[in-house]
């Protein structure tokens, strides 16, 4: 999977670095849909584990869904950062080795 996001959803614009999607979903206006890239994965709402991949929970009509690793594969001139989905188990476990996350699943 490819994306674009706006640079202030991002914690980084640097081509090469690896952090987690996360996707936002808000009831309260029109359903819109929301992207992040973030060095700290998102958490469950109610134990608060953090999370690689699925549904995190609903506050307030938004919910938060752990969308993976993604790679910054390009910065627009604009700040739009373009992210790429990581895939490969071997690049996962060392990307979240580095983020600090090891085993997480």
Known sequence: MTIWIDEFASYSNRVGDIGF???SNDENHGNACHYRLSDHASRTNRSHEPRLTGWCGTT???SVTACGLARVSRVAKN???CLIELTNADEI???LEEL???GLE
């Open 21 to 23: 999607l996360t996707r």
């Open 60 to 62: 307030n009509n938004v």
């Open 79 to 81: 700040g739009r950062v």
């Open 93 to 95: 476990a060392a990307a």
């Open 100 to 102: 600090g996350y090891p």
